[in-house]
C-alpha cells in the first residue's frame, strides 16, 4: 500500500496535473502542437540526455550486462508485437504506431525517480537505468522515425531525417567528454542545465496539448492490446530474460524495473511530428501512465523474488 501511495503521489498525480495542464492551456490559447513537438525533438530531448549522460559515471561492466539484456528484451518484445500486429492485420501507418507504444516506454521522467524511490538513491542501480535511458532516447530517433515513414517516405528522406535530429550527436558527445574528463564552461553548461530542467514540463504540456486537441475518437481494443503489451507482457519478458542471462541482485531487480514503466511520450511525439495516429498514441501514453500505478506496484512487489 506504501508502494501505491507513494507512486500515485509522486509520479501519476504530477504527470496528470502537467497533462491537465497542456489540454487547458490548448482549450484557452490553441497552441501549435508541432512547434512543441518540434521544441522537445530539437532542444529539449537532446538536453536532457546530455546532460544525465556528462554527469553519469557508468562501468564498462554495467555498461556491457545492461545493453546484452537491452538487446535481448528488445529482440523478444519485437517478436510479440510482430505476431499482434499479423493477427490484428493493421495498416501500415497503425503497425508503426503500435510498436511505437510497446517498445518505447518512459525510461526518463517516470522509470529516474522511481528508480531512486524503490533502490533508494543507489548509485549503482542508476547507472543501470542510464544506460536503459541512453537507448530509448536512441530508437525513438532512429528506429522509430524509420517506423512511422516506412509506408510513406522513401529511405533516402527518411535517413536525412534521423541524420538531422541532434539526439543521435549528442550520446557519443556526452561520452566522450565524461570519458576524457572534459571540463564544459559554465557559460555554456549553465544554459544545456536551464534547457534540460524543462524537458519533463514540456514533454508533458505536449501531451496534454495533443489530448485537448483530440476529437476522441476512442481506440479502446487497440490501446488496450497497447497498454497489455507494455505494462504485463514487457515486464514479464524482463524477469524472463534476466532469469535467461544469470543475473541477480540489483542489477537483475534495476533491468526488470527499468521495462516496466509505461509508454514513453516519444510515441506521441513521433505521431504528432509526422502525422502517424496521433490520437491513438496519445491514448495509449495516458492510459498506460494511469494504469501503471497498479502494474508498476506488482512489479516492485515480485521484485524480491528475484535471487
Known sequence: MTYFLHILLHNIIPLSVLIAIGALLYGFFKLDLRTLSKLNFYLF???????????????????????????????????????????????????????????????????????????????FTMSVQIVIMMMQSLLPNTYGIYSVNAHKADRKDTMKRILSLPVIYVIPLGFLLRGFHVPIPEPIYQPISYVADAFIATALLTLGVQLGSMKWQLKLSDVAISNVLRLLAGPALGFAVVWMLGFHGPL????????????????VLLAVEFDSEPEFASQAVFSSTVFSTFTVTLVIYLLQYLP
Open 45 to 123: 530531448s537532446p538536453a536532457i540526455i546530455f546532460k544525465m549522460l556528462y554527469e553519469s559515471e557508468i562501468s564498462l561492466a554495467v555498461l556491457g550486462q545492461a545493453l546484452l539484456f537491452f538487446a535481448l528484451f528488445m529482440a523478444l518484445l519485437y517478436l510479440l508485437v510482430e505476431v499482434v500486429l499479423r493477427i490484428r492485420r493493421y495498416s501500415r501507418g497503425m503497425k508503426g504506431a503500435m510498436r511505437n507504444s510497446v517498445l518505447f516506454y518512459n525510461s526518463a521522467n517516470y522509470a529516474i525517480p522511481l528508480n531512486q524511490l524503490v533502490f533508494v538513491g543507489d548509485p
Open 252 to 267: 537483475a531487480q534495476a533491468l526488470v524495473l527499468s521495462c516496466s514503466v509505461p509508454t514513453s511520450l516519444s510515441s
